[in-house]
């Protein structure tokens, strides 16, 4: 039919004259028929799945579970992008934003074969239809949306908000794909996927694939219109031109005429899609071009019940789930239903058993073309390993516990500018503007920031293909990490510690989705997630209260054990082996907290690497137990300053009471607290008290709140004498001695805990005491009269004895 125009010339209404033959069309609008009966089975059918006789009672789930306004909608994009995949021998992905469509999408995926071929029971015909319908929403069967068990899905899309970013992350590297993703006109409305359409800034249409927004524009949400859907039409096109992109309106409830629409917005947005990629790897130009997205105006619920007891329900909030709620009460909502399945047509969609017909065949795409098949959306099984450079070349000196001073993170930064040049298409750095405040900046000695808007004389380190990809926007920088992961590649993401809860929510979706993958055969496993929380709690000396926040690691280790690993490096060679091992790992969740000020390095590269495979470990050069017996107490510490503080306790401890055991512990994988039974890192319990003894007061320095601590070791033996000191909500713009000091995980504090809690102590050494609380207060007037920390504290360094 006729040629498709250009997108600037297609820019807005979009006709509905003509595009595609008359043949092609029958067979889109049957794929489309059958995909919303298979949607309608599996919301409400337990048995009778072909309708062979009248429907009854019987016949329908106890408890109707499932959306239904949002199916008819995705399963027309499904069947439209299965045409032009095959047109086009396009490599697809499709990621539905409205998740909660879960029925539409398995029925999608059945039509395709894939989902028998993944689950065989399931099979192409009247029985394996059957198990499709019984099994969703169904206890020991598939959820209702869009998850794991899902073929073709990297988005469960429960929580909505994440779809674009999803796609724009699934996009980067990955120059010969096609990501379709469909927006909810309610999902739109979300912080997260209201700032995703920035997105097209950081994709590259030379070395990135291309994503294809499609705003579903229904109308409504739960029981709400959607906003963007209430707005001026002009208004909503000069706000998706203003953010760069070319929109295109298909708008109607004819089907004919939205076939047509669709088909030819299609066709305009791919011969787009192509020309700009055509263009931009012809010419090396990587600057922003106008994208193409479709905006699909569409009726909520379209091909369902118009009208149920008198009140409007297709084009309505009202189809938002079940449409016909009364099934098995109402005998009129029964012959209600009975048509409305009746009214796709079974007959001339499935033979005889149940099988999907040949006629269907021109709309299958094979093998892993299909949508529900493509290697993608399993990304470990296209997931290539990391070329990761030697840490020990990148090792600072050591000569001697706190010979020398690093700044962490600036040390990490220059081995990441070598992972970066050995990888240089599949690993990825996200942070919101950060990178180079968290003096990560070596990054930039191998790659730029990833911009493809207008760059001008004195920016630092933007261009177009850069693997740094920096937006303020923390939803932003995991959704499009996630994404990249999702798809089989490995990245970083670096934050500040207080900001990450930012995307609290977004974490535990992606906890969700590692946890249930891991069970599901099929799915192979993906490179972990891994946060570098810098500029943390201890050292905002810039900044103050708003940004001290521990408690990211709180949030994490809710998370399934499996999933979740925590790590608080005290120093450079510790972050060095720590980071090595977490881009290692696979299918976790890694947090690792570590300071980007100098600070005195403690270990060697050799014993860092002893230290962080161990994840906890006796100090013996710092403590006083003179090889023999049992300890007087244990000081423990997690966390680079914590660290510090206890190795100066330590010291004074050694100076003024040297007849007292002191056992310096400390922690660089949190998750060793826990018994083994809670977490396949725990410490056997005969270890652990060993370590931390069974009747000791044990001093614990923590990098954050306290009450972690105590969680994960309230099972231990020894934890009646635990008594931990960390972040207790005290803060402003402060000196970092003084915040110690407000929060009492200061060295003098630490030296009262011991006197305090050895049985004995405190009588013996209640002049040392006095000093230590003088101590304290000399500090803190030091403070108030010179801005700055006590020359005792700043100037203090490890001696060694
Ligand atoms: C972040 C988030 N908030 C609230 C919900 C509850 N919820 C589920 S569906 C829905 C309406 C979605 O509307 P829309 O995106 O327009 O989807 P559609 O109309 O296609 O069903 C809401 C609010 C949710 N899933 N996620
Ligand atoms: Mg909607």
Avoid at 151 to 164: A, V
Avoid at 548 to 563: C, L, R
Wanted: proline share 7%; hydrophobic share 40%.
């Amino acid at each position: 039919m006729d040629v498709a125009l250009t997108v600037a010339e297609q820019d807005g209404r979009v006709s509905g004259e003509p595009h595609i033959g008359d043949g092609e069309l029958a067979v889109i609008d049957a794929w489309w028929r059958a995909a919303n009966y298979l949607t309608v089975g599996q919301i409400y059918l337990l048995d009778n799945p072909l309708l062979r006789e009248p429907l009854r009672v019987e016949h329908i789930k106890p408890r109707l579970l499932g959306h239904w306004g949002t199916s008819p909608g995705l399963n027309l994009l499904w069947a439209h992008l299965n045409r032009t995949i095959i047109a086009r021998n396009l490599n697809a992905l499709f990621i539905t934003g409205p998740g909660h469509g879960g029925p539409a999408i398995v029925a999608n995926t059945w039509l395709e074969g894939t989902f028998s071929e993944l689950y065989p029971s399931v099979s192409q015909d009247e029985d394996g239809m059957a198990r499709l319908f019984r099994q969703f929403s169904f206890p020991g069967g598939i959820p209702s949306h869009v998850a794991a068990e899902v073929p073709g899905s990297i988005h469960e899309g429960g929580e909505l908000g994440y779809s674009l970013m999803h796609a724009y992350g699934a996009a980067m590297d990955n120059p010969d794909l096609l990501v379709a993703c469909v927006v909810g006109d309610g999902e739109a409305e979300t912080g997260p996927l209201a700032a995703s359409w920035l997105s097209n800034v950081f994709l590259n249409p030379i070395c990135d694939g291309a994503v294809l927004p499609i705003l579903h524009l229904n109308g409504y949400k739960i029981a709400n219109p959607a906003v963007l859907a209430r707005i001026p039409e002009e208004d909503l096109l000069a706000m998706m031109r203003g953010f760069g992109y070319a929109p295109m309106v298909v708008a109607g409830d004819d089907p004919v005429s939205v076939h047509h629409q669709l088909a030819r917005a299609l066709d305009a947005a791919l011969d787009e899609i192509s020309a700009i990629q055509r263009r931009a790897r012809a010419t090396g130009d990587g600057t922003r071009p106008r994208w193409p997205m479709i905006i699909m105006r569409t009726p909520k619920g379209w091909t369902g019940p118009q009208t149920v007891d008198g009140v409007p329900v297709e084009g309505t909030h009202r189809a938002h789930q079940v449409p016909l709620d009364g099934v098995r009460t109402n005998p009129d909502h029964l012959a209600m239903l009975e048509a409305w399945l009746r009214s796709y047509k079974p007959d001339e969609l499935f033979d005889a058993t149940g099988a999907p017909l040949e006629t269907l065949d021109p709309l299958r795409p094979q093998g892993s073309a299909r949508m529900s098949a493509n290697p993608s959306a399993n990304g470990g099984v296209v997931l290539r390993d990391l070329v990761l450079p030697e840490i020990d070349g990148f090792a600072v000196d050591v000569p001697h516990p706190g010979a020398t001073i690093s700044e962490a993170t600036r040390a990490l930064g220059a081995w990441l500018a070598e992972v970066i040049r050995r990888n240089p298409d599949r690993f990825r750095i996200f942070g919101p503007d950060e990178t180079a405040s968290n003096r990560l900046g070596g990054v930039f000695e191998a790659t730029d920031r990833a911009f493809t808007a207008r760059i001008e004389p004195g920016d630092d380190n933007l261009a177009p293909s850069g693997r740094v990809v920096e937006v303020l926007s923390e939803h932003l920088c995991e959704g499009f990490l996630e994404g990249y992961l999702l798809t089989g590649r490995h990245g970083l993401m670096n934050s500040y510690e207080a900001f990450i809860h930012v995307v609290d929510s977004m974490v535990n979706q992606h906890a969700k989705w590692l946890k249930v993958t891991r069970e599901i055969p099929w799915r192979r496993p993906l490179a972990s997630l891994t946060y570098l929380l810098s500029s943390h709690v201890w050292r905002q000396d810039h900044n103050g209260f708003s940004h001290q926040d521990p408690g990211f690691i709180d949030h994490v280790s809710n998370k399934k054990a499996e999933v979740v690993r925590v790590y608080l490096p005290p120093d450079a060679n510790t972050l060095l082996s720590t980071m090595d091992h977490c881009l290692r790992s696979r299918h976790y969740i890694n947090v690792v907290v570590a300071g980007k000020q100098p600070a005195p390095n403690w270990l060697s590269m050799a014993e860092a690497k002893l230290h962080c495979r161990r994840g906890l470990g006796i100090w013996e050069w710092a403590g006083t137990e003179h090889g023999d017996g049992e300890p007087d107490v244990v000081l423990a510490c997690a966390g680079d300053v914590p660290t510090l503080e206890t190795l100066a306790a330590a010291s004074l401890l050694r100076e003024r009471r040297p007849d007292l055991k002191v056992r310096v512990v400390n922690v660089v994988d949190l998750m060793r607290l826990q018994p083994e039974s809670e977490h396949p890192h725990g410490l056997p319990d005969s270890e652990f008290d060993a370590i931390f003894t069974t009747d000791r007061p044990i001093i614990f320095a923590y990098h954050g709140y306290p009450l972690l601590i105590h969680k994960l070791t309230y099972r231990r033996r020894n934890h009646d004498n635990l008594h931990v000191r960390g972040y207790k909500e005290e803060g402003t713009t402060t000196t970092p001695f003084d915040m110690v000091m407000l929060n009492d995980l200061d060295r003098f504090r630490l030296v009262i805990d011991v006197i305090d809690r050895v049985p004995g102590l405190a009588v013996k050494t209640a002049a040392l005491r006095q000093e230590m609380e003088d101590a304290r207060q000399t500090c803190r007037d030091h403070t108030r009269t010179h801005g700055e920390d006590d020359p005792r504290i700043t100037g203090w360094t490890w001696t060694i004895p």
